[in-house]
């Protein structure tokens, strides 16, 4: 059996048979699932301390948060609309 990983940064992977989309961690309504998951502690942190550029729900209920960037997500497999991401993005 062939198991499908996307490299996430820092040598971690997620797999794609558990996830397959990333959702922009400034929306609100990502940050609020991210805060109520982090009280439940089903958030697994893969950022090593830099910004969350996209969050990544997995089949079981956990959350993952990563620091790579959207472009480099999608070419490893995982469905990414670019649009939500660049609206998402603060401006300065």
Excluded: Y
């Excluded at 040598?11 to 989309?21: A, C, D, I, N, P």
């Excluded at 997995?58 to 990563?66: C, I, P």
């Amino acid at each position: 059996m062939l198991i499908k990983l996307a490299n996430v940064g820092f040598g971690s992977f997620v797999s794609l048979e558990h996830t397959r989309r990333a959702l922009a961690p400034q929306s609100a309504s990502v940050q609020k699932l991210v805060r109520e998951q982090k009280i439940n502690a089903t958030v697994v942190d893969l950022t090593n301390g830099r910004r969350t550029t996209a969050v990544i729900p997995l089949d079981n209920g956990q959350l993952v948060l990563v620091a790579a960037q959207p472009k480099k997500l999608r070419t490893q497999g995982l469905l990414i609309d670019l649009v939500e991401f660049r609206r998402s993005t603060p401006t300065r």
